[in-house]
């Protein structure tokens, strides 16, 4: 099966075959216009060619979008491609994920997936912290209940925001300096929001805790999940396909399958 994750700095698609995503391929996110058609679709081709995979052989795929113009786009690519029509993860799927969403048109499908698959995979109250665009973290119950979600931005977006906003401070890559004071001005950027974000990630996971319970687990997601190496202690998963992975166990109960989901064991860096 295919499963197609739309985010705003990136279109992410992975192939699961057995008991694993054997291919996962990233694609910047484009305008949604003829071009990003065009270039989605030569992509999507290319890569199934270059493994060795038959359109006709792809049996199901499954797409959560945060970027509503690109919905369409795959939509008919899907239909050109596979010739059927995908499954759209969104509010009118919820009822049949036995989830108790409060706000089920305000909250991303992609969180969704992320709570889908946790609690599948780890059924434990938990809260998840996705390194992407935007840091989420979203807290739900071992009952299937989305508690809430706080939002801030991503690290890439902190990070290009300062670089964007004023005229003399540069872009910077996203690597962790070993000391958080700055001997430079790369250097300060990098101490200021990685060393910053170490914080605000622990001080929001304790601030939920308080709220919601101690025995939260914390589970690491998102292309960033593994920057932040001073983190990785307080995880008790770090999964950075865990939307694929939701998206993957949508489909199933969607379908009436049973899921066969194996546990991922604890990862320390």
């Not at 596979?82 to 036995?98: K, N, Q, T």
């Not at 946790?118 to 809260?127: F, H, M, P, S, V």
């Not at 807290?139 to 890439?156: D, F, N, Q, S």
């Not at 962790?176 to 004071?181: D, V, W």
Request: net charge negative; with cysteine; glycine share 10%.
């Amino acid at each position: 099966m295919m499963a197609i994750d739309i985010g705003n700095s990136n279109v992410v698609v992975g192939i699961h075959e057995g008991e694993s995503w054997k291919y996962v391929w990233r694609f910047p996110t484009l305008q949604a216009d003829k071009h990003a058609f065009e270039y989605y679709g030569v992509q999507l081709a290319g890569h199934l060619s270059e493994a060795g995979l038959r359109a006709g052989g792809i049996g199901r795929v499954i797409i959560s979008s945060v970027v509503p113009p690109l919905s369409p786009i795959f939509t008919e690519l899907c239909a050109q491609l596979f010739h059927f029509e995908p499954i759209r993860v969104g509010p009118a799927l919820y009822p049949e994920l036995d989830l108790i969403v409060a706000q089920p048109s305000e909250i991303g499908t992609d969180l969704v997936a992320n709570a889908v698959g946790a609690l599948e995979i780890y059924r434990k109250d938990c809260i998840i912290v996705d390194f992407g665009t935007a840091l989420t973290f979203t807290t739900v119950k071992h009952t299937r209940e989305v508690l809430g979600v706080a939002i801030a931005p991503g690290l890439k977006t902190a990070i290009n925001a300062l670089f964007q906003k004023t005229a003399q401070l540069p872009e910077v890559p996203l690597e962790l300096p070993a000391t958080p004071i700055g001997k430079n001005t790369v250097h300060a950027i990098q101490s200021g929001v990685l060393w910053g974000y170490v914080g605000l990630v622990r001080h929001m996971l304790d601030a939920i805790r308080l709220e919601a319970g101690p025995h939260y687990i914390a589970v690491a997601t998102g292309g960033l999940s593994a920057v932040l190496h001073p983190l990785h202690d307080v995880f008790a998963h770090i999964n950075p396909h865990l939307t694929l992975d939701g998206l993957r166990i949508i489909a199933a109960q969607t379908s009436g399958e049973i899921s066969a989901v194996s546990p991922v064991g604890k990862i320390k860096a």
